[in-house]
T-cell receptor, first 114, second 114 residues
Framework: AQSVTQLGSHVSVSEGALVLLRCNYSSSVPPYLFWYVQYPNQGLQLLLKYTTGATLVKGINGFEAEFKKSETSFHLTKPSAHMSDAAEYFCAVRGMDSSYKLIFGSGTRLLVRP | DTGVSQDPRHKITKRGQNVTFRCDPISEHNRLYWYRQTLGQGPEFLTYFQNEAQLEKSRLLSDRFSAERPKGSFSTLEIQRTEQGDSAMYLC????????????FGSGTRLTVV
């Protein structure tokens, strides 16, 4: 079965500092991986996704993630945090079956200190 | 196209009552997914439709839950005899029927059972 583990339920950074949100996955087939952001009382917005090809994926709002097969990781980074980045972030892997359903991690809440 | 719409945004109901939520997907998307998200957790898959056919239901979807997508457009999710444990955010997402297709999520319906 596929699964996603997000290390750290809360991450706190200063404004302007590097953001690093960790995601490790388990999959017996080449994974399709996603990062979503959720603001309070909102749905999920896609930040970026990896399907095939280039392992460094660039997304919206200056975020990027690197797929590392050897480490089964897909960590999310941003060079300089902005106050507006404060939100909940979810990593997800696409299911193996034809439903293509997403299997989500438990999320990481990013706090940005002024 | 304004994206995926969900109605209502919030619902407070007494235990034992029935509730129904509606999801309007992006018009050209033939896949529609329902997820449930409890506080501090990532979304969990409930069920999905391809056009009007409901192709998979999670074991989380008890007999009190039913979902329909009668004409392959909007979908409804009904919960009968609500319980306090049903309190959650119910998210709808739609996508094209492609392996790497991104899911577009609605803003969700937050259900509170009192």
């Amino acid at each position: 079965a596929q699964s996603v583990t997000q290390l750290g339920s809360h991450v706190s950074v200063s404004e302007g500092a590097l953001v690093l949100l960790r995601c490790n996955y388990s999959s017996s087939v080449p994974p399709y991986l996603f990062w979503y952001v959720q603001y309070p009382n909102q749905g999920l917005q896609l930040l970026l996704k990896y399907t095939t090809g280039a392992t460094l994926v660039k997304g919206i709002n200056g975020f990027e993630a690197e797929f590392k097969k050897s480490e089964t990781s897909f960590h999310l980074t941003k060079p300089s945090a902005h106050m507006s980045d404060a939100a909940e972030y979810f990593c997800a892997v696409r299911g193996m079956d034809s439903s293509y359903k997403l299997i989500f991690g438990s999320g990481t809440r990013l706090l940005v200190r002024p | 196209d304004t994206g995926v719409s969900q109605d209502p945004r919030h619902k407070i109901t007494k235990r034992g009552q029935n509730v129904t939520f509606r999801c309007d997907p992006i018009s050209e998307h033939n896949r529609l997914y329902w997820y449930r998200q409890t506080l501090g957790q990532g979304p969990e898959f409930l069920t999905y439709f391809q056009n009007e056919a409901q192709l998979e239901k999670s074991r989380l979807l008890s007999d009190r839950f039913s979902a329909e997508r009668p004409k392959g457009s909007f979908s409804t999710l009904e919960i009968q005899r609500t319980e306090q444990g049903d309190s959650a955010m119910y998210l709808c997402a739609s996508s094209l029927d492609l392996q790497g297709a991104s899911r577009t999520f609605g803003s969700g319906t937050r259900l509170t059972v009192v």
